[in-house]
């Protein structure tokens, strides 16, 4: 059969588990939080009125439960894009993929992904303690590069492109938007924007220890190009949402404004206030 897939492709645990997330088809709810710290996980799970499932392997941890009733799941990523490419696949695969044969399922099914996050603003007028709903996303890692089917243009991306003066970058640029559906939930934020996504934390957000960045105002010059804020996983879960036909939204807590110089000045509550807020929306 055509669309049967080779056991290098689609690499499974002893147990018929994905292999990276070390979960099965039933482990998982079609809402499913994202979360990038494993010790976020059981800061979310408290909450839920029960948990059915712990599951863990490397950095990725898995509770899944329910909440006023629905069934639901937290997961952590990791950092980074890199992590958000197995995340996407294997949850994909999950839901969409018949594991024990190895087939593509002839009927899709569409999760609700919902990443809970910190971000730092670039934007100076961006309070910080705050929820800032990410609507575009430029991601400057290059990942849906390796995508064939992967194409999306918008006036923020036009825009973004024609202005972009970094041209050794440049290359690596690919964007993409949140689903609009699932921004229903957050209507009361206090902001939306438009977030950009960096392969580290360093250099590619403008800091400099004993190495320089490409340019001391890369900060100030995203801003002027329309981004709002930044952090290292929302280009991916859009992109691949895109291309896998999932519905995802990322709310960002913003700890820090790079602009202002300023940091929360309790980060660990304003990420309970953020994971409250979230919870008290997307189940109502």
Not at 47 to 56: A, C, G, R, S
Not at 142 to 156: I, K, S, T
């Amino acid at each position: 059969m055509l669309n049967k897939l080779a056991a290098s492709e689609l690499v499974l645990n002893p147990d018929g588990s994905v292999y990276h997330l070390n979960l099965q088809p039933e482990d998982i709810a079609e809402k499913i939080l994202l979360v990038g710290d494993p010790d976020r996980v059981p800061k979310v799970s408290q909450y839920f009125d029960t948990i059915e499932i712990q599951k863990n392997k490397r950095e990725f941890y898995t509770h899944t439960g329910t909440l006023r009733g629905e069934r639901i799941t937290v997961m952590s990523t990791g950092i980074g894009t890199e992590n958000i490419d197995i995340v996407m696949n294997e949850l994909d695969a999950l839901v969409n993929i018949d594991l024990k044969e190895k087939e593509f399922k002839s009927e899709h099914t569409a999760l609700q992904l919902f990443r809970l996050g910190t971000c730092g603003s670039v934007n100076p007028d961006v309070e910080v303690d705050n929820m800032l709903v990410s609507q575009n996303v430029v991601g400057l890692d290059g990942l849906m590069h390796f995508y064939q089917d992967y194409e999306f243009e918008n006036e923020f991306s036009r825009n973004f492109m024609e202005k972009f003066p970094y041209e050794r970058i440049k290359p690596m640029l690919y964007f993409s938007e949140w689903t609009e559906s699932q921004y229903d939930y957050f209507k009361d934020a206090k902001y939306v924007g438009n977030t950009a996504t960096f392969p580290g934390f360093y250099a590619p957000q403008g800091r400099q220890l004993r190495l320089k960045a490409v340019d001391d105002k890369f900060l100030e010059t995203l801003n002027e190009l329309g981004v709002t804020n930044f952090e290292m996983e929302t280009s991916a879960i859009y992109g691949l949402s895109k291309l896998l036909g999932h519905k995802a939204v990322t709310i960002n807590n913003v700890i820090a404004n790079r602009r202002r110089g300023e940091f929360s000045a309790d980060h660990h509550q304003s990420e309970k206030n953020m994971i409250e807020w979230v919870l008290e929306r997307v189940i109502i």
